[in-house]
């Protein structure tokens, strides 16, 4: 059983709802409080609500990557329009365990997460500890971002 994390996110919709019916369809152990938060990559949208889900697995990262997307779908996510556009849900694996994967279509921890305090917040309330393989810990890289910002 591995202990991973997901960022959930939603700007369109019933966001809270969708985005406790996602940590549901996970099976999360628990999740973090759902914050709202200004869109990230494309302002010329709708405020989001994230939060972050901690979960046991036992599928691997791209098994369970797959099931994001699938959820993501199920949920009435649509792509097609702009990058880091809205969304009725979005599903992102931030961290497996204290793996590190580099495939095509595939990077944990997930490639921006350092830069993101949406992302970062909701992980430091579920576990004020944890690391990011090769970044450092989630406190230290919230302390940078915040002195940046």
């Not at 985005?19 to 405020?47: C, F, H, M, N």
């Not at 199920?74 to 580099?102: K, N």
């Amino acid at each position: 059983m591995t202990r991973a994390y997901v960022g959930l996110g939603a700007n369109l919709g019933d966001r809270e709802a969708t985005i406790r019916k996602a940590a549901s369809l996970l099976g999360a152990r628990r999740l973090s409080p759902v914050v709202e938060t200004e869109p990230w990559g494309y302002a010329d949208q709708p405020r989001f609500l994230n939060a972050a889900a901690e979960l046991d697995t036992r599928l691997g990262p791209r098994r369970l990557l797959d099931r994001l997307l699938e959820l993501e779908r199920e949920l009435g996510r649509t792509r097609g329009g702009p990058r880091y556009g809205p969304r009725a849900i979005d599903l992102d694996l931030l961290l497996y365990g204290d793996a590190v994967v580099e495939e095509p279509g595939l990077t944990v921890p997930h490639p921006r997460l350092h830069e993101r305090l949406f992302a970062l917040e909701p992980l430091f309330s579920l576990d004020a500890g944890l690391f990011v393989p090769g970044r450092g810990s989630v406190a230290d890289l919230i302390a940078r971002l915040q002195s940046t910002g």
